[in-house]
């Protein structure tokens, strides 16, 4: 029997466990791989906020696949060292029987070693393929399309690299410690999966029979039990971030987007000014206005007979009339006193910037924007509100330009020649956040325009929706034929559906991590029915049926689940809540989503986890005991 | 599940089991024809091979027969499914391994105490029998400690009880004395006497001339076939 002979006849005899360990790793290499790529193709993506989103929604999802990703890391890390161990575990009575046999120590370890490197190079290198095959599929899909671009091919030694040493560091362990351990020690069912017994686990001897024989075993193979816990928790805190943080910042978000634009409003407006405005609102999702668009034309001013026709109508709750423009907006720097030192410092810069303006009565609006601090007060008309991406451009610390320091609530803007004090910052989907919202008084006054541009009108739910339209319009013709009205609800939905479908992607992340998780509790199960064939042989010898069996490993799989359920999902609702997601949307129907997709991944992870233990039921009697 | 009551406690008719290894079909059992009757004690015996372990296999229901007829207890076993097996094991076979097969997450106790708590017997009368069974076994002192914490005959002695526990009609035993010492092999050949004596059936598959000694009458097998019955 040459060197390399025993190890390669040994993985194809054991097809199943060989087969189980390639196809873990490989999932476990692929879904890290994948994940780095798609993510950073998604990433970019969604952080490219020039484009679509605005800075802090785009700011949210970054969070979210860092997270993630470092999550998924460590996922893939404990699966490797789990599995490795798992499989080398198995072969500690082997390493004693061939020693037994009087094979030098030196050859045996070459053997395992050999079996080693060979499954784990095959693990490393099919999931490798497989977790470019998976990105290629997922940029492939309508939905995805837009993520297209040459992937990333220095990921692909970096992922195989660090996968072969951990496998390696982790495989390695249980082999030297096997070698060790001497022949007799070996083949004694002592050591064998660190089996121990003791008065210790007498807490439990109260138990029905199955559950006594089920946490018993368990503790007895305390090494693999504590080492999948780790690895379930670890899967069930990226899965709870990522389903209830999906989720959650789902609807969080769409919530922030629904306030923005308001729900049942329409927008009246001159035809291209209701174009363009609807335009600057689906930019979000990734149109484009015109760029040129004059928005002081006479034209476009809103007659006030207009305005009063409208407020006239019964079924209208608000009359929100805007005036709308482009302008150059400079940042009005302050100072704050050091409270240690009581040095003067800057607060800010004069960092300038094109930003939309919005004038707007603060007491008609017909939005509710997410705010952090305030919206206008009608008394004050020196006052802004400013988007959450002007916020973000204009208004944090840039040590390059000697901005040290930076607050938008304690500085200012300059337009034209007026000054407002900001005093509040909003997420607000048009233009992307660049927005500024001011008086429409002080705007008119700095602008010398007199009517606005656009209104926007928030129409009663319980009026007849059509028939209220109907006289909309028609007050709206009489009035100015070249005016119409625009239904936002369209845009809305679109935003919506497109922060819908963004979300879709980073919940997506997680499948792999969660089906090579699954494939981990497979070997698992396998491991205690190997572990425990000869006691389930004489259970079923001395009266137990097969179902009592499958019962057995069902009850260890449950209370592995659990602990790890238990661990996973408080850290990871934890770490969701508290850091992930600042001023979270939760209502009890969001709850019971969360909870519904939980159950529905420990449940199939459950039912997978039995199939081991099924097959084995099956098997007769004496072919156990053989 | 009442079993019908007979004089005859096991029943075989040309009896055949054959593996299949690989390839080859290796015949154990050939044409076993022989009977026991209720309070009987008979010992089984032949060369390693000779299909003792395979008999006893298929008379407690744990194997079944390629081609023939078992009846025992007045059931016939070769047309029973898999649960009805359990059941008649558990409720009316008691089986001694060679090799003790204790269950080794649970201690002395619960070892004798769970073949009872599957035939649903009240708490209290299971821990009264498993106190009278580890005492005529002599290891009440035992009662908590895990088979590994056992020596070989104080594992078999654990065995015996847990055969007993839901006093069964049969009792089987596999090469009960061949693991161990004389000493601790005299023990459970004591055992085996007092079972006789109180009107067991009992078939032992053994190579101990003591045992042979003790029982009514030998079967003995050789390549699958009886070769002799000795009365």
């Not at chain 2, 070769?78 to 204790?102: I, K, M, W």
């Not at chain 2, 070892?111 to 029998?129: D, I, L």
Request: charged share 15%; glycine share 8%; proline share 4%.
């Amino acid at each position: 029997m040459s060197k390399a002979a025993f190890p390669v006849n040994d993985l194809v005899r054991r097809r199943l466990q060989t087969s189980l360990t390639v196809v873990t790793l490989t999932l476990s290499v692929a879904s890290t791989l994948f994940l780095l790529l798609f993510s950073r193709r998604i990433g970019l993506g969604i952080t490219s906020a020039g484009n679509a989103l605005t800075y802090g929604l785009s700011a949210v999802f970054s969070q979210f696949l860092l997270f993630i990703g470092v999550l998924i890391f460590a996922v893939g890390a404990v699966i490797t060292s789990f599995i490795v161990f798992l499989i080398m575990k198995q072969r500690t009575r082997d390493f004693g029987l061939i020693k037994a046999a009087g094979c030098p120590n030196g050859l045996v370890f070459g053997y395992f070693m050999t079996e080693l490197l060979t499954v784990t190079f095959l693990g490393c290198v099919s999931g490798v393929a497989l977790g470019f095959a998976a990105d290629f599929a997922a940029t492939s899909m309508f939905q995805f399309q837009a993520y297209q671009a040459t992937p990333d091919l220095w990921l692909a030694p970096l992922v195989f690299a660090a996968f072969f040493v951990l496998a390696l560091i982790f495989g390695t362990k249980p082999m030297l410690d096997a070698a060790k351990v001497s022949p007799i020690k070996a083949l004694s069912p002592v050591q064998y999966f660190g089996l121990t017994t003791g008065n210790k686990l007498k807490p439990l001897s109260r138990a029905g029979l199955t559950l006594k024989i089920a946490s018993r075993s368990l503790f007895r193979r305390q090494s693999a039990s504590v080492r999948i816990v780790i690895l379930l928790s670890t899967v069930f805190v990226l899965l709870t971030v990522s389903i209830s943080g999906g989720v959650i910042a789902n609807n969080t978000s769409r919530s922030w987007v629904e306030n923005a634009i308001g729900s049942n409003v329409v927008a009246i407006a001159h035809e291209s000014m209701g174009v363009q405005y609807t335009q600057l609102l689906a930019k979000f999702s990734g149109a484009t206005e015109n760029g040129d668009f004059n928005y002081l034309n006479a034209e476009l001013a809103v007659p006030d007979i207009l305005l009063d026709e409208l407020e006239a109508i019964q079924g209208i709750e608000t009359v929100d009339a805007r005036l709308i423009l482009k302008a150059h907006i400079r940042e009005v720097s302050n100072f704050t006193i050091d409270p240690e030192t009581l040095a003067t410092l800057p607060v800010g810069g004069s960092r300038e910037g094109d930003s939309l303006i919005v004038g707007v009565d603060p007491q008609k609006v017909t939005a509710t924007w997410s705010i952090k601090g305030r919206f206008l007060n009608a008394e004050e008309t020196g006052e802004a509100v400013i988007g959450d991406s002007i916020s973000q451009t204009m208004f944090s610390p840039d040590p390059q330009a000697g901005i040290h320091f930076s607050d938008p609530l304690s500085q200012g803007i300059r337009l034209q020649n007026g000054s407002f004090s900001i005093v509040g910052v909003c997420i607000d989907p048009i233009n992307n956040g660049k927005v500024a919202y001011v008086s429409i008084e002080k705007l008119q006054n700095l602008t010398g325009i007199s009517n606005a541009n656009i209104v926007l009108v928030k129409l009663d739910p319980a009026a007849d929706r059509s028939a209220l339209l109907a006289q909309i319009k028609n007050e709206v013709n009489g009035v100015n034929s070249a005016f119409s009205v625009f239904e936002l609800e369209e845009v809305l939905q679109e935003n919506l559906d497109f922060l819908g479908s963004v979300w879709l992607t980073v919940m997506f992340l997680p499948l792999f991590t969660l089906m090579s998780a699954a494939l981990c509790l497979i070997g698992y199960t396998m491991l205690a029915v190997e572990e425990q064939r000869q006691e389930f042989a004489v259970l079923r010898a001395m009266g137990a049926k097969p179902k009592t069996v499958v019962t057995i490993l069902a009850v260890q799989g449950l209370i592995v689940l659990f602990s790890s359920v238990a661990v996973g999902i408080s850290l990871g609702v934890i770490i969701t809540l508290m850091i992930l997601m600042p001023q979270p949307l939760v209502t009890s129907f969001i709850i019971i989503e969360i909870a519904g997709w939980l159950l529905a991944a420990l449940v199939g992870m459950f039912l997978m986890s039995l199939w081991p233990a099924v097959r084995f039921a099956k098997k007769p009697i004496l072919k156990i005991l053989s | 599940m009442p079993l019908k009551t007979s004089d005859l406690v096991v029943a075989t008719d040309s009896l055949n089991k054959a593996y299949q290894l690989g390839d080859v079909e290796v015949e154990v059992l050939k044409g076993i024809t022989f009977k026991v009757a209720r309070g009987e004690f008979v010992a089984i015996c032949g060369p390693s091979g000779s299909g003792k372990t395979t008999l006893l296999n298929i008379i407690s229901g744990i194997d079944r027969t390629t081609s023939g007829k078992i009846i025992v207890l007045g059931e016939d076993l070769t047309v029973q499914d898999e649960n009805f097996l359990a059941d008649f094991r558990c409720n009316h076979v008691g089986f001694v391994f060679q090799s003790y097969n204790l269950v080794s997450t649970l201690t002395v106790a619960e070892n004798v105490a769970f073949p009872m708590e599957w035939s649903r017997k009240p708490e209290e009368e299971v821990e009264t029998r498993v106190a009278e069974l580890l005492e005529t076994v002599g290891l009440q002192h035992r009662a908590n400690h895990f088979p590994a914490q056992l020596s070989g005959g104080e594992q078999q002695r654990v065995a015996f009880a847990r055969a007993l526990a839901n006093d069964p009609e049969l009792i089987l035993a596999d090469e009960p004395t061949g693991n161990l010492d004389t000493k601790n092999g005299q023990k459970i050949t004591q055992m085996l006497r007092t079972l006789k004596a109180n009107g067991k059936t009992v078939i032992v598959a053994t190579h101990d001339p003591e045992l042979m000694q003790l029982a009514d009458r030998t079967v003995c097998l050789e390549d699958g076939r009886i070769a002799s019955l000795n009365e």
